[in-house]
C-alpha cells in the first residue's frame, strides 16, 4: 500500500506565495512521474503541473511563469512553489503520483486548499 499526504495549503493575499509539499510513503521502488492538478468549486479537475524522475517538467498555461514544480528523489517528495497567486488560483489541490510498488499505483492525496484572497 503506498499513500499520498499533502501539505502547505492557507490563505494568502493576492501577489503571495505558498509552497506545496507531497510526500509518498509505503514500499516504493521508483516514481516515474509525479503531478498537481487542483479543482476549483464548480469546475473540473485541472492539471497544474508535473515532473519525471528525471526532472522534465510541464505547465498549464494559466501558471507558467509563477508556479515551480520540483522533486526530491531521495524523500520521495514533490513541491509546487506558487509565486504572485492570484484570486483565480483559489481550489484545492491535488497531488498525483505513478508509484512502481509491488505493482503500480495511480495514487492520490486527499488534497489541501488554497485560498487568495484579501
Known amino acids: 500500500q503506498v499513500q499520498l499526504v499533502e501539505s502547505g495549503g492557507g490563505l494568502v493575499q493576492p501577489g503571495g506565495s505558498l509552497r506545496l509539499s507531497c510526500a509518498a510513503s509505503g514500499t516504493i521502488f521508483s516514481i516515474p512521474i509525479m503531478c498537481w492538478y487542483r479543482q476549483a468549486p464548480g469546475n473540473q479537475r485541472a492539471l497544474v503541473a508535473t515532473i519525471t524522475s528525471g526532472g522534465s517538467t510541464n505547465y498549464a498555461d494559466s501558471v507558467k511563469g509563477r508556479f515551480t514544480v520540483s522533486r526530491d528523489n531521495s524523500k520521495n517528495t514533490v513541491y509546487l512553489q506558487m509565486d504572485d497567486l492570484k484570486p483565480e488560483d483559489t481550489a484545492v489541490y491535488y497531488c498525483?503520483?505513478?508509484?512502481?510498488?509491488?505493482?503500480?499505483?495511480?495514487?492520490w492525496g486527499r488534497g489541501t486548499q488554497v485560498t487568495v484572497s484579501s
Open positions: 498525483n503520483a505513478l508509484i512502481q510498488s509491488y505493482r503500480p499505483y495511480d495514487a
